[in-house]
């Protein structure tokens, strides 16, 4: 069964940068077009940004820019480049399929931005 496992997320201050990580449990995730979302606290979970089997990618507006999302796929792993990070970039992350797939959520990685 096709998983995720993020990482990577942590407190840093505006201005600063944070690489996540997304490893897939299976290799069937290269035929996948992945995705990173985020949940701020008490707010609903939206997609920052996503990526195709080819590696054409698109961005939410508030994070283009700012953020990349690239793949490595012989590592099953997605990878977001967060930097110049802002205090409403507060928020929990997550990786899955795209569109989001049910029941395939992790526990996300916690990004908190704030000096």
């Known amino acids: 069964q096709l998983q995720f496992v993020e990482s990577g997320g942590g407190l840093v201050q505006p201005g600063g940068s944070l690489r996540l990580s997304c490893e897939a449990s299976l290799s069937v995730f290269k035929f996948y077009e992945m995705a990173w979302y985020r949940q701020p606290p008490g707010k609903q979970r939206d997609l920052v940004a996503r990526i195709t089997i080819s590696g054409s990618t698109d961005y939410d507006d508030s994070v283009k820019g700012r953020f990349t999302i690239s793949r490595d796929n012989a590592k099953r792993t997605v990878y977001l480049q967060m930097n110049s990070l802002k205090p409403e970039d507060t928020a929990v992350y997550y990786c899955?399929?795209?569109?989001?797939?049910?029941?395939?959520w992790g526990r996300g990685t916690q990004v908190t931005v704030s000096s």
């Open positions: 899955n399929r795209f569109p989001s797939q049910p029941g395939r």
